[in-house]
């Protein structure tokens, strides 16, 4: 089948892929590349961010389909859909909480101010999500900057009055993290500047 005296640059890249690239195409192959990418990433952003928890990076982009994460750039989508998802779950909860219990006026002052600050954050990531696949990266990263700005004003809204137990400090803590995750990452895929 190879017909040796042809040898061209042609075949050569044809003998490169099968013998180079396809082997890493298979299956098993994937998920060690994926174990290794969310590990790897994960260990350069709590290095380069002392925000990035690196064991939540690792668990919360590991609950993902092994076979969906080939690159950066996958990795980077899915932090930010693990984001929204985040972000979309609180709003119920914070609706349902407001619905149920009774809440002093500080309190519920507070939690529709949150609610209203998850609900601006749910149109953030996906709009974040939206310049990202349009390649528009300073742009994603300025959204979820501002979604990290505005959990931690709603956090920061519970502290004003003394002895109040904040209510949301597990859920502002989450989606810090996964919007601090697909912000490092976005940075990782960023060119650097022309010198
Ligand atoms: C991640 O990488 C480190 C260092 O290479 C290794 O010690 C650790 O076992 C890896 N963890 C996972 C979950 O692959
Ligand atoms: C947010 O994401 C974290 C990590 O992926 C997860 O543990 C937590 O349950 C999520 N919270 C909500 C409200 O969806
Ligand atoms: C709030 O309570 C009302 C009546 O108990 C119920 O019909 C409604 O579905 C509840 N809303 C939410 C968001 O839980």
């Not at 149920?100 to 609900?119: R, V």
């Amino acid at each position: 089948m190879w017909h040796f005296s042809h040898f061209s640059f042609f075949s050569f890249c044809c003998l490169y892929i099968f013998l180079v690239i396809i082997p890493h195409q298979k299956g098993s192959n994937i998920a060690a590349t994926s174990v290794d990418i969310i590990n790897q990433t994960c260990k350069t952003c709590a290095d380069e961010s002392y925000t990035v928890d690196y064991i939540f990076c690792l668990t919360s982009l590991q609950v993902i389909p092994v076979s969906h994460v080939t690159n950066l750039h996958g990795l980077a989508l899915i932090a930010m859909e693990l984001a929204l998802r985040n972000a979309t779950n609180t709003v119920s909860g914070i609706k349902k909480s407001l619905n149920g219990t009774a809440f002093d006026p500080f309190a519920l002052a507070c939690l529709e101010n949150c609610l209203e600050l998850y609900s601006g954050s749910v149109r953030t990531i996906v709009d974040s999500i939206g310049a990202f696949v349009s390649e528009h990266y300073v742009i994603a990263k300025v959204w979820l900057s501002t979604v990290m700005e505005a959990v931690a004003t709603c956090e920061e809204g519970f502290a004003e009055k003394k002895g109040e137990v904040p209510p949301l400090t597990k859920e502002n803590y989450d989606l810090f993290q996964l919007c601090n995750i697909a912000l490092c990452i976005i940075h990782l895929l960023t060119p650097p500047l022309p010198p």
